[in-house]
């Protein structure tokens, strides 16, 4: 994506973007989306599905699966957007209304719904344990018994 407008940021990422380039552009930063291009391209078996016709090109991005496709998620916190990996996601929960991300890294809040993030997040991966609780299942430790039929979730982070 190219513009004048920061407003969009987040939508293109959503729309699976390799980046996001503001006016004015600058050669550096159009070489460096250009390269990330090429890399993507290089690292995956698509170069053979892509044409010269943008109907053929824009049919196959609708054809696939949205939120299996997408490795990052693109969260919007202080007037800032962060683009994590999907995979470095151990949990996301919600608490007064306040939604947290923890990651490999780091953690995020944000104001978007639970819902939100449980549309986005893939469902071979992720699971809703709790109402307020999403895990990536890749990051747990360990599941024991718990009183009154329940279960302890222990995460790979902790």
């Known amino acids: 994506f190219a513009t004048a407008h920061d407003t969009f940021a987040v939508k293109a990422f959503e729309l699976d973007a390799i980046d996001y380039i503001l006016k004015p552009f600058e050669l550096e930063r159009i070489e460096q989306a250009v390269n990330k291009f090429k890399h993507q391209i290089s690292n995956s078996n698509e170069i053979d599905h892509i ?64 819902n939100y993030y449980e549309k986005k997040l893939s469902n071979n991966t992720f699971i809703k344990i709790h109402r307020a609780t999403i895990i990536n299942k890749t990051h747990i430790d360990s599941v024991e018994h718990w009183f009154n039929y329940t279960y302890q979730v222990t995460m790979t982070s902790g």
């Open 51 to 114: 044409t010269s016709e943008p109907s053929t090109l824009s049919m196959q991005q609708d054809d696939r699966q949205e939120n299996e496709d997408q490795t990052v998620l693109p969260i919007e916190m202080n007037e800032r957007i962060y683009v994590i990996r999907k995979d470095d996601i151990t949990a996301v929960s919600v608490n007064n209304g306040i939604t947290t991300i923890n990651t490999t890294h780091r953690t995020y809040q944000t104001n978007e719904p639970l």
